[in-house]
């Protein structure tokens, strides 16, 4: 648990105000129990004060104040413009305090998940780096054994190279990325492709691989170690908020169950 989280973050999901038996009934009715818990979760998160010296933290997300905060919403919402904005929010019986809470809460959740968490990354990243490590490769899929097996001579022999066999015998898909596949992390390919080009270098050709009934000609292009990105850095930050969101769950899960409540919070 993070030294930076707030102590009565720590154990929100016991302590969070839940709503009468009647409205926890009808949530629960309507299937949008588990989606309010996980709402109000976050909204107890995003409404943390943050100290002083967060705000000065030159890798903060910016807040970019209420008026693009607006303009954001309606992108969002498909409203198009502010006017909109106002007509949808009187619709709704909503308060402009209420409104502002709303349009905010991302960019909220952003700063206080930075603050709290973004220390974890880099240590997150040392322990698991080879999970982000990057491949490109050449992919020809075939559902004939024997012609698989031909094609792989001929590119060992040099007859043809693996963008003209692609054109040749690849389906439209395939054929119109020229067989090419990534750059992808590595641990997001199938499992026995995973192991079997982690064993490749570039520029080498796998033999025929049966992949679940379809047989695949792969040649490794590349190999990418991963790097800590800001797209990476958002990934783990969010891995962070996420655990502690389904430990608070838990909780409120005990507490439901206490009351006999006949609903399941996702966890």
Known sequence: ??????????????????????????????????????????????????????????????????EAQLLAYCRRSGLDNVEDLEEWRRARGLSLEELEQLVSFDTRLARVSHWIWSQEVPGLFLQRRGEFDQVVLTMLRLHDPDLATELYFQLQEGEYSFHELVERHANEADRLRRGVVGPVPVNRLNPLLTRVVRRYQPGELIPPLDINGVVHLIQVDSHQPGRLDDQLRGQLLTECRNRWQREQLLLLRERLMQRATPVEIVS
Not at 26 to 47: D, F, G, I, M, N
């Open 1 to 66: 648990m993070s030294a930076l989280l707030p102590l009565h973050l720590r154990h929100l999901g016991a302590t969070l105000a839940l709503p009468d038996p009647a409205s926890l009934r009808l949530l629960a009715r309507h299937e949008l129990l588990s989606s309010w818990c996980q709402r109000r979760l976050l909204e107890e998160l995003a409404s943390a004060e943050l100290p002083p010296e967060a705000h000065a933290d030159p890798s903060m997300p910016a807040d970019d104040g209420p």
